[in-house]
């Protein structure tokens, strides 16, 4: 967690910020929240008092969803500001929206923006922690985070992650997803590395790199397949999806080849038929849903460690 340039509270903005020793202090503190999550009323009163308010810029469904519900299970106050109904429209500018939602009073931003950076000028105007959920294709620090506790949790590896080989597949170029998870993976001392074709890697891949998925497939332990970012491509960047699902793509044939132990994980949403085109309710490590469960405590893992300031995880609190 990084002190803001303001002085204010701490905030979560990047993987690279959060250290190798802060990515593990998550996991443990996972692990506690996911006991919570296990009881049959999932609730403690550890937030009571502070109010997280989401701001996303951008559309949504598992990160925003899943971060109202961690902080609703620590009992926090919870504000949700819907971009399309607010007064961006009538040209109010991000720094006025953030410094009036903060006059409201707000311990927590979670931010999702479409621009790289911007949760970084967020936390420069405010002096609430700002948790990055999200910013272009830079960086997604808390998918990063459960994807680390997702593959910890499923092959036993609380000691970290050595000697454990992980393929990224996929338009990484564009991922902030990849740049998230694969530091988080290599915080916890995994081997990763990325495969892709030459024109969806960046300039500088911050892992090694290959473009021959069937040569590493039987080396993994983990098989993380990216989504397609049609969205973010403004050039043919692959010749066809058919190309690249033939390529890149998980195939009946790969699946087939995949030893059961193996980890198949995708940070959704999914591009069924082009970089996954099994079903994957059919693969014994299909990890999709799991992803998505896990969330729930790595988030709230993230909330207690930004504002919990000592508050324990007792029970029974409404
Ligand atoms: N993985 C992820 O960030 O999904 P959403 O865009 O639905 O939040």
Sequence with gaps: MTPTPSGGSASLLSIDELGADGVARIMDLADHMAEVNRRPNPKVPALRGKTVCNVFFEDSTRTRLSFETAAKRLSADTMTFAASQSSLNKGESLRDTIETIGAMGVDAFVVRHGSSGAPWMIDGWTTASVVNAGDGWHAHPTQGLLDAYTVRTALGRAAGFDGVRIGIVGDVKHSRVARSTA????????????????????????????????????????????????????????????????RFGLTPERAARLADHVLVMHPGPMNRGVEIAVDPSELPGAMITKQVANGIAVRMAVLFDILGGGASLEKGAR
């Design 183 to 246: 530091a988080a993976f290599a915080a916890l001392g995994a081997d990763v590395v990325f495969v892709a074709p030459r024109t969806l890697l960046p300039p500088v891949p911050s892992m090694p790199t290959t473009e021959d998925l069937d040569g590493v497939l039987d080396d993994l332990d983990v098989l993380y397949l990216l989504r397609m970012q049609r969205e973010r491509m403004t050039e043919a960047l692959v010749p066809s999806l058919r190309e690249y699902t033939a």
